[in-house]
């Protein structure tokens, strides 16, 4: 099973400001790499997948970056509706497996 | 429109069983593979299990293989999950998640379209 860690496990930031939220694999999972957002009592939504594909309906201020076992997700300057938690996935396998997510909140 | 509804959720005693349903909408049910991923009270998401688009595949995350069934009804547009000899660590909400792309084989990927979830406690 590939674990994902992520990095931190909370971010304060004030909106205006840029987020950079990172993911590690442990081991290769080429550029089969996802991230989620979700909000308190909400489902996840996908926001890109393929490192760096914005799934549909997603802003240009999310981005994705990386391969192999780093990766980055970059929020550009942060909206009030951006603080949730955030999740990144991999699925080089069948197995997909999820990091233990990230909470961006509100400084 | 995409829709995914789960029903089935509830109050179970431990070794006790559940069975969960999916009712989906909006997209051709019998050409997607789909899986069911839970999310522990205050924790991250653990995906749990998946299905072919024919049923004639499955897959299972280890900490659940051998107790819990993933089966579908085509004619009905239907997933379901069956869960036996339930235990504490097994609290969540079940998500059901179509797969990005629907594609009919199970390829492990990644997911579109969330249901809203339905909580299953276990506890005496």
């Known amino acids: 099973e590939i674990v994902l860690t992520q990095s931190p496990a909370t971010l304060s930031l004030s909106p205006g400001e840029r987020a950079t939220l990172s993911c590690r694999a442990s081991?290769?999972?080429?550029?089969?790499l996802a991230w989620y957002q979700q909000k308190p009592g909400q489902a996840p939504r996908l926001l890109i997948y393929?490192?760096?594909n914005r799934a549909t309906g997603i802003p240009a201020r999310f981005s994705g970056s990386g391969s192999g076992t780093d990766f980055t997700l970059t929020i550009s300057s942060l909206e009030p509706e951006d603080f949730a938690v955030y999740y990144c996935?991999?699925?080089?396998?069948?197995?997909?497996?999820f990091g233990q997510g990230t909470k961006l909140e509100i400084k | 429109e995409v829709q995914l509804l789960e029903s089935g959720g509830g109050l179970v005693q431990p070794g006790g069983s559940l069975r969960l349903s999916c009712a989906a909408s909006?997209?051709?049910?019998?050409?997607?593979?789909m899986s069911w991923i839970r999310q522990a009270p205050g924790k991250g998401l653990e995906w749990v299990s998946a299905?072919?688009?024919?049923?004639?595949?499955?897959y299972y995350a280890d900490s659940v293989k051998g107790r819990f069934t993933i089966s579908r009804d085509n004619s009905k547009n239907t997933l379901y999950l069956q869960m036996n000899s339930l235990r504490a660590e097994d609290t969540a909400v079940y998500y059901c998640?179509?797969?990005?792309?629907?594609?009919?084989?199970?390829?492990?990927?990644?997911?579109?379209?969330w249901g809203q979830g339905t909580l299953v406690t276990v506890s005496s």
């Open positions: 081991q290769s999972v080429s550029s089969y």
């Open positions: 996935q991999q699925r080089s396998n069948w197995l997909p497996t």
């Open positions: 909006g997209f051709t049910f019998s050409s997607c593979a």
């Open positions: 299905i072919s688009g024919t049923g004639g595949s499955t």
């Open positions: 998640a179509k797969p990005q792309g629907g594609f009919l084989v199970w390829l492990g990927g990644y997911f579109d379209y």
């Open positions: 393929d490192t760096s």
